[in-house]
């Protein structure tokens, strides 16, 4: 079963399609980089996948599960990492750790591990989230999808914000997450490091997607 299908798929904000016809598959242990300048519409796509958005037309499935019936079960199985980290300023890195992995129903054992893999020193696991540097807060953020163990990951520029060791931390864990099964979709402005990740690349313009040659 593939983890994403987008058949036509039109997502409409404030009557502007974001979304123009959107046509997507995407199979689990795939990485596919979705390309585009500001407003193609490729945090859009995210949304949608993750279930946070409505479709307006067309059809869509996530996980198997109905993007018009049954969007509560798809967010339950994503992980997404938008531009905004989705972090509790006043919770330390390990409380809002702990936090996400109560809402998701795993167990909080995985949370050092998740946070000494993102690379956050031990030091500043218990400082509040509003205290961290930008690149701190975006570790943090990717450490509470490692914990929750999603089944498609959803990264919005998923190098923003990070210095060379945290991007190449963030490869080693989108590498691994692949590899053990999940689905990847990155988005980004740019190749630039996310194009070494991919398996697939797929560009995105005016809402509409089209495959690149060669990817």
Not at 83 to 101: D, I, K, P, S
Not at 160 to 174: C, K, M, P, W, Y
Request: charged share 25%; aromatic share 2%; net charge neutral.
């Amino acid at each position: 079963m593939g983890a994403v299908r987008l058949r036509g798929a039109v997502v409409l904000l404030g009557g502007f399609p974001a979304l123009a016809g959107v046509d997507l598959g995407v199979e689990r242990g795939e990485v596919v980089l979705v390309r585009g300048a500001n407003g193609a519409g490729k945090s859009t796509l995210l949304h949608l996948c993750a279930g946070l958005m409505r479709l307006s037309a067309g059809q869509g499935e996530v996980l198997g599960c109905d993007l018009g019936d049954d969007r509560a079960a798809v967010r339950r199985r994503v992980g997404l990492l938008g531009h905004e980290t989705a972090l509790y300023g006043e919770l330390t890195a390990a409380e809002n750790l702990r936090l996400w992995a109560r809402a998701s129903r795993v167990g909080e054992a995985d949370v050092p591990g998740a946070l000494e893999m993102l690379g956050l020193p031990p030091r500043l696991r218990d400082v509040p989230a509003d205290r961290l540097s930008a690149g701190q807060r975006r570790r943090v953020a990717l450490a509470a999808i490692v914990v929750r163990r999603p089944e498609l990951w959803l990264l919005d520029e998923p190098h923003a914000g990070l210095d060379s060791e945290g991007r190449d931390i963030v490869d080693t864990v989108v590498s691994a997450a692949a590899a053990a099964g999940a689905a990847v979709v990155l988005a980004s402005h740019e190749a630039g490091p996310a194009g070494g990740l991919a398996t697939r690349t797929v560009t995105m313009a005016g809402g509409m997607l089209a495959e690149e040659p060669g990817r």
